[in-house]
């Protein structure tokens, strides 16, 4: 979950030289120079600093600037669009902001298929640099004159970028959608080989998609299996966020789509899998539960599961909140406190409603909005329905009991007798003791229900981890090994890492 905070944009914008200060309150006059159309639409943001200018990376999670988001439609070029009070603000209008100097940015979002601001088919401009307060700074005109670029993609002997269409995404949307992976391959991969080469399938958290592949290669690197195992990183990056795999009333069929369609097809094309005792799953954070959940929704088609760090495994749990508890509340607890929702250690350092704020202003694409993109039933004017009241924070029972159906826990217990000899071996859940965000207590609660039920499944608990401490270690090798034995391989150069207790 959250696995965005983590990601650096690669991509600034240099100021131009400042503004000349101003006695008046702070507006934006933005204007676009028809290179992406005479008329755009789309939604506007103007991202401000002190510091550079990310132009990808949005807003930052635990230290946030001030940014304003406004939905335009059929925007002339040339034409000065004022942007004042009448945009969305996580923290008030910009004549609210405090003592410069800043660094301002506009960027028009318009590509469907990401969760990211600037994305290919996207508009943004040069920063701009001014001087003073939102009493003072006066109109600071922006200009949007660049596309956003294509995404570039260095050939690798190893790596196999794969982008086709999906009929059944594209059927639901009305338009082309893309399946996307990057497989990774070992040196002396033979794609005509009579044995198909076993599988990894591994999902990444929230912001990332198979553009991870070189990093994912880097990681694997470490594994005794490397020339052996292949592994297929999945894009599940989407307009709405992360859409887990999940079929959803909002984004889709996602996993009928991936088990029907791309898995065939990558397994045709590059010699893979073909029987489930050569497949596997892995991921991290909302990968993590994606991995999971595909597991037990397809019990025969794969053999196992590493799920690192996943998102809500049991909705009791909902980061600090329980959702199925009486007047349950997303924002705050019953003192009235904000809920915490972040720490570093012990320490709480980001909380629920000033987060929500920020999602409010993104619109699509926020991380705790991608779970109602895949969550929720669609309302009627074709959006998710939301979970909770944006200002009061109530969690709304008609919505909940549409989630149900996603509460792994829940699927679980509920189809035990089914699920149980299927699953059985196959499940191996790792999550830090002090994770990120609040998420290691459904995976402890879940292994106590194993225990309770003498089920053979790997928990483990790291003491004092946090959200990436599960990719330290040896994790990774281990992955591999648990796989190798499965599979019979025989040319084992390490011991195994023996599994530690739930703490």
């Given at each position: 979950?959250?696995?965005?905070?983590?990601?650096?944009?690669?991509?600034?914008?240099?100021?131009?030289?400042?503004?000349?200060?101003?006695?008046?309150?702070?507006?934006?006059?933005?204007?676009?120079?028809?290179?992406?159309?005479?008329?755009?639409?789309?939604?506007?943001?103007?991202?401000?600093?002190?510091?550079?200018?990310?132009?990808?990376?949005?807003?930052?999670?635990?230290?946030?600037?001030?940014?304003?988001?406004?939905?335009?439609?059929?925007?002339?070029?040339?034409?000065?669009?004022?942007?004042?009070?009448?945009?969305?603000?996580?923290?008030?209008?910009?004549?609210?902001?405090?003592?410069?100097?800043?660094?301002?940015?506009?960027?028009?979002?318009?590509?469907?298929?990401?969760?990211?601001?600037?994305?290919?088919?996207?508009?943004?401009?040069?920063?701009?640099?001014?001087?003073?307060?939102?009493?003072?700074?006066?109109?600071?005109?922006?200009?949007?004159?660049?596309?956003?670029?294509?995404?570039?993609?260095?050939?690798?002997?190893?790596?196999?970028?794969?982008?086709?269409?999906?009929?059944?995404?594209?059927?639901?949307?009305?338009?082309?959608?893309?399946?996307?992976?990057?497989?990774?391959?070992?040196?002396?991969?033979?794609?005509?080989?009579?044995?198909?080469?076993?599988?990894?399938?591994?999902?990444?958290?929230?912001?990332?998609?198979?553009?991870?592949?070189?990093?994912?290669?880097?990681?694997?690197?470490?594994?005794?299996?490397?020339?052996?195992?292949?592994?297929?990183?999945?894009?599940?990056?989407?307009?709405?966020?992360?859409?887990?795999?999940?079929?959803?009333?909002?984004?889709?069929?996602?996993?009928?789509?991936?088990?029907?369609?791309?898995?065939?097809?990558?397994?045709?094309?590059?010699?893979?899998?073909?029987?489930?005792?050569?497949?596997?799953?892995?991921?991290?954070?909302?990968?993590?539960?994606?991995?999971?959940?595909?597991?037990?929704?397809?019990?025969?088609?794969?053999?196992?599961?590493?799920?690192?760090?996943?998102?809500?495994?049991?909705?009791?749990?909902?980061?600090?909140?329980?959702?199925?508890?009486?007047?349950?509340?997303?924002?705050?607890?019953?003192?009235?406190?904000?809920?915490?929702?972040?720490?570093?250690?012990?320490?709480?350092?980001?909380?629920?409603?000033?987060?929500?704020?920020?999602?409010?202003?993104?619109?699509?694409?926020?991380?705790?909005?991608?779970?109602?993109?895949?969550?929720?039933?669609?309302?009627?004017?074709?959006?998710?329905?939301?979970?909770?009241?944006?200002?009061?924070?109530?969690?709304?029972?008609?919505?909940?009991?549409?989630?149900?159906?996603?509460?792994?826990?829940?699927?679980?217990?509920?189809?035990?007798?089914?699920?149980?000899?299927?699953?059985?071996?196959k499940i191996n859940i790792i999550a830090g003791g002090l994770d990120t965000f609040y998420l290691e207590q459904p995976v402890i609660d879940l292994g106590a229900f194993f225990q309770e039920k003498n089920f053979d499944a790997m928990i483990r608990?790291?003491?004092?981890?946090?959200?990436?401490?599960?990719?330290?270690?040896?994790?990774i090798v281990e992955m591999d090994e648990w796989f190798a034995r499965r599979l019979g391989l025989t040319n084992f150069q390490a011991p195994m890492v023996g599994p530690e207790p739930v703490q």
């Amino acid at each position: 979950m959250l696995t965005a905070l983590l990601i650096v944009s690669a991509l600034f914008v240099d100021p131009v030289p400042a503004v000349e200060p101003s006695t008046t309150e702070l507006k934006f006059s933005v204007t676009h120079d028809g290179d992406g159309g005479d008329s755009v639409s789309g939604r506007l943001y103007i991202m401000l600093t002190k510091g550079k200018i990310p132009l990808l990376g949005g807003p930052n999670w635990m230290h946030a600037e001030p940014f304003y988001s406004l939905d335009v439609e059929n925007w002339a070029k040339d034409t000065p669009l004022i942007v004042a009070e009448n945009a969305r603000n996580m923290s008030g209008p910009p004549s609210s902001i405090g003592e410069g100097p800043w660094k301002a940015v506009a960027l028009l979002r318009r590509n469907q298929d990401s969760s990211k601001l600037a994305a290919v088919g996207g508009l943004y401009g040069p920063g701009v640099s001014f001087e003073g307060n939102g009493q003072t700074a006066g109109t600071v005109e922006l200009v949007i004159d660049n596309p956003v670029p294509e995404r570039s993609w260095k050939l690798h002997k190893n790596l196999r970028l794969i982008e086709t269409k999906s009929d059944l995404l594209s059927d639901f949307y009305g338009r082309n959608i893309d399946h996307g992976a990057c497989v990774i391959v070992p040196d002396d991969y033979d794609p005509d080989r009579e044995e198909p080469y076993p599988v990894m399938y591994w999902i990444g958290g929230f912001g990332s998609d198979h553009y991870g592949g070189r990093f994912m290669k880097m990681m694997y690197t470490a594994s005794y299996y490397d020339d052996q195992v292949c592994r297929v990183i999945l894009n599940a990056d989407c307009y709405g966020g992360h859409h887990v795999f999940a079929d959803s009333e909002n984004n889709g069929p996602r996993m009928t789509a991936l088990m029907e369609e791309f898995i065939p097809f990558l397994e045709k094309k590059y010699n893979l899998g073909g029987s489930a005792e050569k497949r596997y799953l892995s991921g991290h954070s909302s990968g993590g539960w994606s991995s999971l959940w595909l597991l037990i929704q397809n019990p025969d088609f794969f053999d196992g599961v590493w799920s690192l760090a996943p998102d809500p495994l049991d909705f009791h749990y909902f980061q600090t909140a329980d959702l199925y508890e009486e007047n349950a509340n997303m924002l705050f607890d019953k003192d009235g406190n904000p809920r915490p929702i972040a720490r570093m250690g012990e320490q709480a350092v980001l909380f629920a409603p000033e987060f929500s704020k920020m999602e409010e202003v993104l619109v699509d694409g926020g991380q705790l909005g991608s779970f109602e993109w895949v969550f929720s039933q669609k309302g009627e004017d074709g959006r998710p329905l939301k979970m909770y009241d944006r200002e009061t924070g109530a969690v709304s029972p008609e919505v909940v009991e549409h989630w149900k159906q996603y509460d792994i826990r829940k699927v679980l217990e509920d189809n035990w007798e089914e699920l149980a000899p299927k699953l059985s071996g196959k499940i191996n859940i790792i999550a830090g003791g002090l994770d990120t965000f609040y998420l290691e207590q459904p995976v402890i609660d879940l292994g106590a229900f194993f225990q309770e039920k003498n089920f053979d499944a790997m928990i483990r608990v790291v003491e004092g981890g946090d959200h990436g401490a599960v990719f330290r270690g040896m994790v990774i090798v281990e992955m591999d090994e648990w796989f190798a034995r499965r599979l019979g391989l025989t040319n084992f150069q390490a011991p195994m890492v023996g599994p530690e207790p739930v703490q």
